[in-house]
């Protein structure tokens, strides 16, 4: 069975950072394109970030570009979310997503192209 797990949320400064992590189970990781989404409370999710299968392309929102880094290691079944200089309006609950299998060399951050989903990780930016 399918799993995603997330971790590595929590409270933290304007400007600080955290690294989000996310495991898989039950599958591999190397048919599989992976997505950062997020919600905030009355928001609709939003994709942050997306990597292909091996990692060789990876898109953002444009109000993340150069503050978050998506990576992956298939070889430990993990991808990652390196946030850095994080803004209150970053707060929200952070999922990953699987989307595939597929042989894609690319990846999308479209909600509806992804069908398994972690529990999510709150990220709370707060002064």
């Known amino acids: 069975q399918l799993q995603l797990v997330e971790s590595g949320g929590g409270l933290v400064q304007p400007g600080g950072s955290l690294r989000l992590s996310c495991a898989a189970s039950?599958?591999?990781?190397?048919?599989?394109?992976i997505g950062w989404f997020r919600q905030a409370p009355g928001k609709e999710r939003e994709g942050v970030s997306c990597?292909?299968?091996?990692?060789?392309?990876?898109n953002y929102a444009d109000s993340v570009k150069g503050r978050f880094t998506i990576s992956r290691d298939n070889t430990k079944n993990m991808v990652y979310l390196q946030m850095n200089s994080l803004k209150p309006e970053d707060t929200a609950i952070y999922y990953c997503?699987?989307?595939?299998?597929?042989?894609?060399?690319?990846?999308?951050?479209?909600?509806?192209?992804?069908?398994?989903w972690g529990q999510g990780t709150q990220v709370t930016v707060s002064s």
């Open positions: 990597i292909s299968r091996r990692g060789g392309n990876t």
């Open positions: 039950g599958f591999t990781l190397d048919y599989y394109a």
């Open positions: 997503a699987a989307s595939g299998p597929t042989f894609q060399a690319t990846c999308t951050m479209t909600v509806g192209r992804f069908s398994s």
